[in-house]
């Protein structure tokens, strides 16, 4: 019979155990806690009977329920979409503008067409579709095809200047400088015009001179009074919103050599149902006529 030691420093039995000098107290875990620990590994041998758990070759064990969190999320998704189903079709057979005026397709367009919007819009047009250099605000109300949802849903449909779309916007204002149609002080003094009809600081001698220029060259898109046409897509020249930058240099390289920007037809990318929804949440933002 081995002969019990106790510690003399702490007052508790050894188990007999000793390295370089060093004895093992005899200070078993809490009962509550050996409990814990076994009721822990039967639940988990539970859990792997009865659910998903030991992954094979090709597959997994699939548990006595047969269980499935992918099977859930599946479930859960086809019931959304059957549930939305019946909208969704309302809107495919609904014209645009009906679209608008029925509060039910509208709320479910909004919210489907801001999505889209994100996805797809957002890269250009910000992604509060405040727009940017080259890129229009579509929350205010200057715009150069039309502000009409109709307006909106076509331009969506067929994008701007997209070649592979033979219903597309399309516009092309003249390289007057490149071209060789106006020389360099001809092209000063229409830009120190254009400046004068949004009130910003001009040339007022250079502006006198640049309104017959003006006239001659530019009024048939732009209009006499330079706000523009929005059948042309000719941008509005006497407000405060500007395309290409409001300094005299900005209006002077659009007029020697003008940017055309490109936006593709998203209809047959998207679909006419998808189109209806975005055209019915950027006419929401506001700035739609």
């Known amino acids: ?28 875990l809490p009962r509550w806690w050996l409990w814990t620990f076994y ?71 909004i919210a489907a067409g801001h999505s889209t919007f994100k996805v797809y819009c957002s890269q250009c047009h910000g992604s509060g579709a405040q727009g940017g250099p080259g890129y229009p605000n579509l929350n ?7 502000g009409t949802i109709d307006d909106i849903f076509t331009t969506i449909n067929h ?18 400088g490149l071209d060789g149609l106006l ?3 001809q092209i000063e003094d229409v830009a120190s015009y254009v400046l004068s009809l949004s009130g910003k600081d001009h ?3 250079a502006a006198e001179a640049g309104k017959a220029i003006f006239a001659d060259n530019c009024a048939s898109c732009h209009g006499e009074d330079g ?4 059948s042309l897509g000719a941008p509005n020249l006497a407000d405060a919103i500007w395309f290409y ?23 047959p990318r998207l679909g006419e149902t998808t189109v209806k929804e975005l055209a019915v949440y950027i006419h929401s933002l506001g700035g739609g006529e």
Not at 43 to 60: D, H, K, M, R
Not at 168 to 174: K, L, N, Q, Y
């Open 203 to 205: 040339d007022a001698a």
């Open 159 to 176: 994008g701007i200047r997209f070649a592979a779309d033979d219903d597309t916007r399309i516009s092309e204002m003249p390289a007057f």
């Open 39 to 109: 009721i822990t590994i039967i639940w988990a041998i539970g859990y792997t009977v009865f659910y998903p758990a030991w992954p094979l070759i090709s597959t997994n064990t699939k548990g006595l329920l047969g269980y499935s969190s992918r099977g859930q999320v599946a479930a859960e998704l086809a019931a959304a979409e059957a549930a939305k189903g019946g909208i969704i079709a309302k809107i495919a057979s609904t014209d645009v503008a009906d679209i608008a005026a029925d509060p039910e397709l509208s709320r479910f367009a």
């Open 227 to 230: 706000k523009g046409d929005i």
């Open 1 to 28: 019979m081995s002969k019990t030691e106790i510690d003399h420093i702490s007052g508790t039995e050894t188990t007999g155990h000793e390295w370089d000098g060093i004895k093992e107290l005899n200070t078993p």
């Open 245 to 267: 930058g409001d300094t005299k240099l900005a209006i002077m390289a659009q007029v020697n050599n003008p940017r055309h920007g490109v936006m593709p037809a998203w209809g």
């Open 183 to 185: 020389d360099r002080t």
């Open 140 to 146: 205010d109300d200057d715009w150069l095809w039309g």
